[in-house]
Each structure stands twice: as structure tokens, then as C-alpha cells.
């Protein structure tokens, strides 16, 4: 996976949740390489998806309203909870290893206090 160099950073860059939820999106290309080839464009395909759309929506919503900006963060926090469920079917397919889920649990659980935290800030822009 290559790295970015020599760049500008984005406002939205550097936010601990942006790069956090990079992490995650390596994290689960990994894990997906070992998924069975029919699921190319079934689990396989909805986990990245999903994880994507958590940076996507990131950066898509930083530096809006404050209002606009929630509501980005509300998809934000429902990819996080598809990613949840996905890597459990992909679990208890066999798909994923124990150390695996354990760790995507983990990271999902990082990212969800994260945008938590982050939709705490927002909030407190509102008054």
C-alpha cells in the first residue's frame, strides 16, 4: 500500500478518524483477499464498500454546516455498524479468522468513539 508524500493536506486529513478509518480500509481489502471467489460481489464487495464509505463520507462532510455535516456523520456511524455486521457474517462463514474479527471489532470500535466524539463537537457548534 503506498503512502501519500509531498502533499498539501486536506482540512479533513487530519482528523484521527479520517486516518483511522484508512487503517480500516486496508484492514479489510487484507482480510477480503481470502474470501471465496463467488463473493467477489457479494460480501466481499459490500465489507469494502461499506468501509469506504466511512472516509468517503468523512471527507465529503467536513468543513459543511454543522447540520450537513451530522448528517454525513450519521452514515458515517451506519457504514461502521454494516462493516459490524459483515465482518460477523464473514466470521461465522469461516471467511474470516478468530484474530481477524477480533481485530476488526476493535477497529470498529475505535472508529464508532471517534465519530461519537466528533459528533459531540459538532453538536456543541449548535449553541
Not at 509531498?6 to 480500509?25: N, Q, T, V
Not at 463473493?39 to 450537513?68: M, P, T, W
Not at 456511524?77 to 466470521?91: D, L, Y
Request: net charge positive; glycine share 8%; proline share 2%.
Amino acid at each position: 500500500m503506498k503512502q501519500e508524500t509531498g502533499y498539501s493536506p486536506f482540512d479533513f486529513e487530519s482528523l484521527e478518524l479520517y486516518k483511522k478509518s484508512l487503517e480500516y480500509i486496508d484492514f479489510v481489502y487484507d482480510i477480503t483477499n481470502s474470501f471465496p471467489k463467488e463473493e467477489l460481489f457479494g460480501l466481499s464487495d459490500q465489507i469494502k464498500r461499506a468501509a469506504n464509505s466511512i472516509a468517503l463520507n468523512i471527507g465529503e462532510g467536513y468543513g459543511e454546516s454543522v447540520l450537513l455535516g451530522l448528517r454525513y456523520m450519521r452514515i458515517v456511524r451506519g457504514s461502521i455498524r454494516e462493516c459490524v455486521v459483515c465482518s460477523t457474517v464473514g466470521f461465522r462463514r469461516n471467511w474470516i479468522t478468530d484474530e481477524n474479527y477480533h481485530l476488526s471489532r476493535e477497529k470498529l470500535t475505535e472508529l464508532s468513539k471517534l465519530a461519537a466524539g466528533y459528533v459531540k463537537y459538532l453538536k456543541s457548534k449548535l449553541k
